[in-house]
């Protein structure tokens, strides 16, 4: 048997590791856990790590009793799953589903380290547009669970593109295996598609004067292959925008640039729309579904889909109004300061 070698970490320069891959005690939870709970105390988020957002919220209103049958659309981290799975207590299943086969690999390895094995806890590499196919296997559930959110560790990792504040590839896919690149999309559409993108996916207000950058940028010949070049092109449109107000605007147009692309590469809206057609029909008599949206785009169609079918008899309730995070939860994780919490009962 070949002995394990010892693997030396990355130095790096300072008192702290900055860049992502120099993090070794963050992306190692289970053997640094002080570390990790400094970092989580101090209001950030761990690199490599998710946060689940608005546990105790879900977990009241899904109920979830010993012998039920659930579903995780978007397992990510595996954090609403692992907190469902001990409602469950070791009696009755719960269905993870994700796109990413990177990090659900990583994901379900830590929730059989645990204990979950087969019989309570079964993974599908799928899209959740494709719940009836699921349902389909394994009949229908007592509750529904779908995070809209990007998890933080594809977030925090340059080489999945999802951040313009550091440099990687400009990709954005949640399956990076499959489909164009965020860099592909922007060579294979017109000027006039990428400002709609802009607009119907971000509200971006300027989205008409970096779409006329980017493309006199690439029609000069320019790369527009990174995210740094894309959040390059973002900042030289709005160097007019006062100084003390500039910061903060451009700040906010990449971030919304950078979502846009990445509702169009992973086709979120169509998605979601998927989901939200075939959810009653997965659902058993009583079941309920709770949704976290984090932008106003997620959160109108929700909305929409809930009241709509609520008119028609599909659902006994309802959500009136949405649930946000508490104050102190959005100090501790801010990035759970855009989530919306809306929910439904099947009739």
Known sequence: MEENKHKRRIHYSGKYPK???????????????????????????????????????????LHIQPGQQGLDCTLGYGGHTSHMLEKLGGNGCIYGLDVDPIESQKTVQRLRDRGYGEDVFKFRLINFANIDEVAGEAGKFDFVLADLGVSSMQIDDPKRGFSYKTDGPLDLRLDPEHGESAAERLHNITKEEFIGMMIENSDEPYAKEIADKVFSLMNKGEKMDTTTQLREAIESVLWKVPKEERAQIVKKSCARVFQA???????????????????????????????????????????????????????????????????????????????????????
């Open 261 to 347: 692309l990445r509702i169009d590469v992973n086709s979120e809206f169509e998605v979601l729309y998927s989901f939200l057609e075939k959810l009653p029909e997965v659902l058993k008599s009583g079941g309920r579904v709770a949704i976290l949206t984090f932008h106003s785009g997620e959160d109108r169609l929700v909305k929409k889909s809930f009241k709509e079918l609520k008119k028609l008899g599909i659902y006994s309730e309802v959500s009136s109004d949405v649930t946000r995070p508490s104050a102190e939860e959005q100090r501790l994780n801010p990035r759970s300061k855009s989530t919306k919490l809306r929910w439904a009962i099947k009739s």
């Open 19 to 61: 860049k992502f891959e120099e993090k070794y005690k963050e992306q190692n939870p289970g053997k640094y856990a002080d570390t990790v709970a400094h970092v989580i105390a101090k209001g950030s988020t761990p690199a490599g790590m998710h946060i689940s957002i608005m546990v105790n919220e879900i977990l009241d209103f």
